[in-house]
């Protein structure tokens, strides 16, 4: 299957701050990369569909100028947490759309705001 | 609304121990329905994926088993290894509009006792 990074894999932040998520397909060409965020005890919620080259589409609930999603290359999608606040503390899991109705999913990022 | 429901949350069995997991789903229009692994601050594994048409499908020591109208899966684990120890996953696709989401339970936390 495919292998998927993510950069970085912990990060802590204060307040107020945006941060950067980067999800990487490393050896498969990736048209659709998928974004999910896991609260603890809770379900895997996806949040939204990055296509290359188009705009992402939002689950609904997700706020868009809040969760900002880049996928300019095919092998890499970026979402960013913008004015990120304490509630948005959680694990986002990118995944790349695979062959055989398969996600590959990376190893999340887990996201601490002050 | 599409709901996933995994029982138990947690569980705790000696090695060598055969083990099922139960997954259900609210709503039988599905596209398949995937069995995951997550190991601690890591992202997601696929064990098994089963097509709505299909009843099981096995791997090694694990046996899925799909019965789409009464919108159940299980998960069978064949004598268990400390190895095994991790937070499986269960997830459907549903099967409006086209969409690739996924729809996923909260786990069932396994711990195999050496």
């Known amino acids: 299957g495919a292998v998927v990074s993510q950069h970085p894999s912990r990060v802590i932040c204060k307040s107020g701050t945006s941060v950067k998520i980067e999800c990487r397909s490393l050896d498969f060409q990736a048209t659709t990369m998928f974004w999910y965020r896991q609260f603890p005890k809770q379900s895997l919620m996806l949040m939204a569909t990055s296509n290359e080259g188009s705009k992402a589409t939002y689950e609904q609930g997700v706020e868009k100028d809040k969760f900002l999603i880049n996928h300019a290359s095919l092998t890499l999608s970026t979402l960013t947490v913008t004015s990120a606040h304490p509630e948005d503390s959680s694990f986002y899991i990118c995944?790349?759309?695979?062959?055989?109705?398969?996600?590959?999913f990376g190893p999340g990022t887990r996201l601490t705001v002050l | 609304k599409q709901e996933v429901t995994q029982i138990p949350a947690a569980l705790s069995v000696p090695e060598g121990e055969n083990l099922v997991l139960n997954c259900s789903f609210t709503d039988s229009a599905i596209y398949n329905l995937q069995w995951f692994r997550q190991d601690p601050g890591k992202g997601l594994t696929s064990l098994l994926l089963?097509?709505?048409?299909?009843r099981e499908q096995t791997s090694g020591r694990l046996n899925a088993s799909l019965d789409k109208s009464s919108g159940r899966s299980t998960l069978y684990i064949a004598a268990s290894q400390p190895g095994d120890s991790a937070t499986y996953l269960c997830?459907?696709?549903?099967?409006?509009?086209?969409?690739?989401?996924?729809?996923f339970g909260k786990g069932t936390k396994l711990t195999v006792n050496p």
């Open positions: 089963i097509q709505s048409s299909q």
């Open positions: 995944s790349v759309r695979g062959g055989l109705d398969t996600q590959y």
């Open positions: 997830a459907v696709r549903p099967l409006q509009g086209g969409s690739e989401k996924l729809v």
